[in-house]
Structures are given as structure tokens and as C-alpha cells.
């Protein structure tokens, strides 16, 4: 509930038990691995709502390789986990999975888009070095406070300091000090460039105090290359008042003069603090929400007192966790995909049907484009030649958003315009469906004499074999016995069994299990 007057705002939460179902049984477990659980359990008791069961190692194996590597896996992987009956292999997998090449792949990816790898801003080289420097970031798994800390302080040679490409790609002080916010504090501040903020406590004075953390920053073309010069600090104006104002980070006061020459290392230092209200929050709610399928601020770069947190002592455990890793995702990610409201099914109960905001279940999450189209060619044993990468590499590391490709654009691929997360286009549309189901690039890509579906039909000679062997490459688990029978039947009562297999193929490619990170 919020409340505005005069340019101010005040908020008040209440959490509303439903009433439940006679069928339900709130008696369940709760079970609890780490702080993650027991502040979501401590949410569903008062809210009166029964969480799902474990996925099962199916379910986790597939969920676990997308949300971390952006890959299915393979049938041999899924196989070889299922056969696995160590009591400590998914949280090997996930070790296994965070050491692999495709982590960096896919982040870089992730990071990329906000970060704004922009070619048609940068150029192809510049724009290269930049998407490199951010990958090298996750295949080394630097502190997240470092990452940030190199961008924001960036100077110098950019053939030295690829972070600095960030200021060629956001040029002016205002929008670089409101991208910034937006990316490492997941705070909006840009409507204050020209009013205060309608809900919330941001002025033109904290925009402007912002702002002028920047004001110095140029790139200079020099013989050596573009160098990224720091000058002596001019505050900018306040355009109503005309009072200059002197760089000051958000809600901090206004210091009384300038201590430090470039101004950034003082934005840096307050920033990346273990005390900052902001970084590691903001930071710990987009991870969050690549694995839960659901910030608890929501969107995730929209922290403000009128956009609370769905579960506030949830998000104060998991940025705790982070500093005290000392911002070490790899550890975050741990620490995530441990706890039982990760591993939970997506299957719903009689009381969670309605719940997408407390994780008393997985919620089905839309992959990425690039993930998606890589899956396809996955399952199907085919390759795309990409522009600008080399032959065989996947789309989540084309690394240049303005290559033209049909099925990357329409499943909502962003051009990076923006720092927004919501320029990656999330919801289904029908030419998404269609295209899905009849595609003829699709169709080749099954068909072809050389691809996954005729080599699993000339490999398995039995039917029953071959449906097994179809459901753990394109599903990645064993199919039940009614699907077993279904497949099999359908393999035997054709007359073409090869285009009775690429039917079996193109029904699962278009099934929602395979459509959707579950």
C-alpha cells in the first residue's frame, strides 16, 4: 500500500493468508539446506501455502545445465546422472557445470545485453574487445565488486582497459550515471534528470550528484589508439536552482569539495563497500531471478521503496551470503541452486496453483533465444554458421545482437539499445508457435540424412530402443510407460519409419517440456 504527498512517499506490506483447500495438507515437511529455505518456508507457513516436492534428478539435471550453461543435456549426461546414487551429485553437477567453457559462454551472453555490447556504437573491433573482457570476467569467476569496480574507474588505453567501452557505447554523463544505477544498484534513477522521482526518494540534486561522477570522463582519439582521459572535475548545474553540484553518490550528503581527482574511485569505493544498501542486493535479485524464474524485486532493476521486495529477509540473506563470499557468484550460485526451493517440482498442489511470487514451486521460465535455437540444433544434430563467429559456434556466443537471423529476432533477442532487462522480449506470441511448428528450416533440420534423428534410427533397430533413446536426447529423461508405448506403437505403424521418427521428433520440439526451463 503506498502512500504520496507532496513529492513524498511512504509504503506499508502485509502478507494476506489464503484460505486453503480441505484437500491440502499444510502438515507437509518444510524441509530447510540453508538460509535460502528457511526464510521462503517461515513466507508459505503464514501464507498458508504447502510447497511442491523434489524435482526429480531428471528435472534438476535439465533445469541445473540451462540455468548454468545455457545447454540441454546430452542423453549420455542425463543417463549417466540418473545411474549416479551418490547422495552429493547435484551439488557436483552444479561444481562440474560452473568449471565448464559454456558458463562464460552464456553469462557473457546474459551480462552483454545490460553491459550493452552495441556494434553498431562501438564497431566491430572495439565491440569484440568489450564482449571478450566481459566473458574473461565469468571464465575467471572475478569478485563481482572487481567487475563493476573495473567499468565504473575505467581509464587509459582502451586496448588496455576493454571496460572503458562502456563510455564510448553511453556518452553522456547523465545516462551514464543512470545505466550504471540501473545495471549494479538496480535502481531507475533517470526520470530525475528532470523532476523527483513519483515514487520514490530520488531528486534532481541525486541525479545530477550522480551525474557528475562522470562529467570528467572522455574518450580521446589519439596515434595509439582511443584512449578513455579523465579531466579535472567540473560539477554540473542543477537546472533549476543553478547551484553546481558537486558529485555525491545516492542518498549520501553533499561533500564540501572534491577529495579525490577522478571522482569515480570515490562512486567505486562507496558502491562495492560490504555496507552498500545497494550493489550486493541488487546484484544477489538478478541471479536470483535467472534461477528462481522470478526476482524478488520484480523488475529486477527496479529497487525502489514503492517496488518492495517480495520476501525482504529473503534478499537480505542472499546479498549477506554474497559480500560474505567476498562477491564470488560461483559461490552465489552454489548457494542457490543447494536450497530445497530451487529443487522444488513445477508440478503445482492444491494450494500453490495460484503462487508465482513465493517459490512454493519452480515456475516455467521462457529460455533465452539464443538458448532456445541452440537447443534445437542441439537435439537435432545440425549447426548454423554465424556471422562474425567461427564455423560451429553456438548463438549464445555471437556476441554481435545486430546479426540478422529470423528465429533469434522473433523469440525476442534484444538490440541492446537499452540497459533494460525488459529489451530481452519475454512473452509468447503466435508467431512463435507457428513458426515452431512449421518452419521449414526446422523441418530440414530434423530430416537431414546426417542429423541426430535419422542416426538414432539407424542406430536403434528396436522401437521401443529408439522411443527410449529420442526421450533422453530431446526431454532429457526416460519416457513413461504410456509414452513408451504411444512412441513405440506410432514407430511400428508406419510405413516410413524414418518420417515416422522426425514426427515423434517435431511433436516433442514442440511440446512445452521442451519449449520451456522447467
Not at 526464510?39 to 541445473?64: F, G, H, T
Not at 545455457?70 to 542425463?78: H, I, N, S, W
Not at 561533500?255 to 563497500?273: F, G, I, S, Y
Not at 494450494?351 to 537435432?380: C, F, H, P, W
Request: charged share 25%.
Amino acid at each position: 500500500v503506498m502512500a504520496s504527498y507532496m513529492g513524498q512517499v511512504a509504503t506499508f506490506q502485509a502478507l494476506i493468508s489464503q484460505r486453503v483447500a480441505q484437500s491440502t495438507n499444510l502438515a507437509v515437511s518444510f524441509p530447510a539446506n540453508n538460509a535460502i529455505d528457511h526464510e521462503v518456508n517461515r513466507q508459505l507457513r503464514k501464507l498458508r501455502i504447502a510447497p511442491s516436492a523434489r524435482a526429480n534428478d531428471a528435472e534438476y539435471a535439465r533445469r541445473a545445465y540451462l540455468d548454468i550453461i545455457g545447454m540441454l543435456p546430452t542423453a549420455d549426461e542425463t543417463a549417466k546422472f540418473l545411474n549416479d546414487d551418490s547422495a552429493d551429485k547435484r551439488q557436483r553437477l552444479v561444481d562440474d557445470l560452473l568449471h565448464r567453457p559454456e558458463y562464460a559462454d552464456v553469462w557473457a551472453l546474459r551480462w552483454g545485453d545490460v553491459l550493452r555490447v552495441d556494434r553498431q556504437k562501438l564497431g566491430h573491433k572495439n565491440a569484440q574487445s568489450y564482449y571478450r573482457w566481459i566473458r574473461e570476467q565469468f571464465e575467471t569467476n572475478r569478485p563481482f565488486d572487481e567487475v563493476a569496480r573495473s567499468i565504473v574507474t575505467a581509464s587509459g588505453p582502451l586496448s588496455q582497459q576493454p571496460a572503458g567501452h562502456f563510455y564510448q557505447v553511453v556518452t553522456k554523463p547523465g545516462e551514464r550515471a543512470s545505466t550504471l544505477s540501473q545495471v549494479f544498484l538496480g535502481t531507475r534513477i533517470a526520470c530525475a534528470e528532470c523532476h523527483h522521482h513519483p515514487f520514490d526518494r530520488w531528486s534532481q540534486t541525486d541525479f545530477y550528484g550522480m551525474a557528475s561522477f562522470f562529467q570528467p570522463v572522455s574518450p580521446k582519439t589519439t596515434t595509439r589508439g582511443t584512449l578513455l582521459a579523465v579531466s579535472k572535475t567540473k560539477p554540473l548545474v542543477h537546472p533549476r536552482t543553478k547551484s553546481p553540484v558537486l558529485p555525491h553518490p545516492l542518498g549520501e550528503s553533499i561533500p564540501d569539495d572534491l577529495l579525490e581527482t577522478d571522482p569515480r574511485l570515490e562512486l567505486a569505493n562507496w558502491m562495492t563497500a560490504d555496507d552498500n544498501p545497494f550493489f550486493a542486493r541488487a546484484i544477489a535479485n538478478r541471479v536470483w531471478a535467472k534461477f528462481l524464474g522470478r526476482g524478488l524485486v520484480e523488475p529486477v532493476d527496479d529497487f525502489r521503496e514503492t517496488n518492495p521486495p517480495s520476501n525482504p529477509q529473503l534478499l537480505d540473506a542472499l546479498a549477506k551470503h554474497f559480500v560474505k563470499s567476498n562477491f564470488d557468484l560461483h559461490e552465489l550460485i552454489r548457494y542457490i541452486t543447494a536450497s530445497e526451493a530451487y529443487q522444488r517440482s513445477s508440478e503445482p498442489n492444491t494450494s500453490n496453483m495460484g503462487d508465482e511470487m513465493n517459490y512454493s514451486r519452480a515456475l516455467l521460465k521462457r529460455m533465452d533465444a539464443e538458448v532456445l535455437y541452440d537447443a534445437i540444433n542441439q537435439v537435432t544434430g545440425s549447426s548454423d554458421k554465424f556471422q562474425g563467429v567461427p564455423k560451429g559456434a553456438r548463438a549464445v556466443e555471437l556476441w554481435d545482437s545486430e546479426v540478422r537471423h529470423e528465429f533469434l529476432s522473433l523469440f525476442g533477442r534484444p538490440q541492446r539499445k537499452t540497459s533494460c532487462e525488459c529489451e530481452r522480449g519475454g512473452q509468447p506470441s503466435v508467431s512463435q508457435v507457428l513458426h515452431v511448428l512449421n518452419s521449414p528450416n526446422l523441418e530440414a533440420k530434423l530430416q537431414h540424412p546426417q542429423g541426430q534423428v535419422m542416426q538414432l534410427t539407424r542406430q536403434h533397430s528396436d522401437n521401443v530402443e529408439l522411443a527410449t533413446a529420442m526421450y533422453l536426447t530431446f526431454i532429457a529423461r526416460g519416457p513413461s510407460p504410456d509414452e513408451l508405448r504411444e512412441a513405440s506403437e506410432h514407430l511400428s505403424l508406419s510405413s516410413n519409419r524414418p518420417a515416422a521418427a522426425v514426427d515423434l521428433a517435431w511433436a516433442m520440439l514442440n511440446s512445452l517440456e521442451f519449449l520451456f526451463n522447467h
